[in-house]
């Protein structure tokens, strides 16, 4: 590709235009086009991914279809393992917990939700909760609380994990969960 086309790709962002001018197959100009810029397209959704995937900061790089399901994992009767796995509950503003003993899966599983979060474009943040609460004492401490909230008007999804666990090593005396 010359460098003036270069260019233009530049101006106009087709930021993967310019690497990919040449592996598109050529039957007519419409369908080269289509497929060109259909290309460009997929490229900027899947780096979108990758990016709100980084800016969740998963713990791990475990997926969805990583999660062995099995008698344990059980569901309320309005709802079964495919509806979790289709993400409505982000859309009706729903909650997910996630209950059972330790190592049942529950962070993988949190882990994998999230993550198909990222990839079909939600705004995601995985938190230990004696992280956040550690983060939220320091910015209480720097008078920074309001900044720190703003971060998540944009968010679609919070996941909090080891809430339990928090709990029960919590140093704050007694706590009421609401």
Known sequence: MNSELK???KTLRLAYVADIVDTIPFENPEQYLESLLHRELQLREEAKAERLIKKARFLSKKTLEAFQWSEQVRFPPHIDAKEL????????????ILTGSPGTGKTL??????RKACQNGYEVRFYRV??????????WKEGKLQQFRNKFKKVDLIILDELCEALHNSSY???IIM
Request: aromatic share 2%; proline share 0%; net charge negative.
């Open 109 to 114: 599983l949190a882990t994998g939700l999230g």
């Open 85 to 96: 796995c289709e993400l409505h509950f982000i859309n009706q503003h729903e909650n997910v």
């Open 173 to 175: 005396g007694k706590l």
């Open 7 to 9: 260019r233009i790709c």
């Open 130 to 139: 004696s992280d956040l609460v550690d983060t939220l004492e320091r910015v």
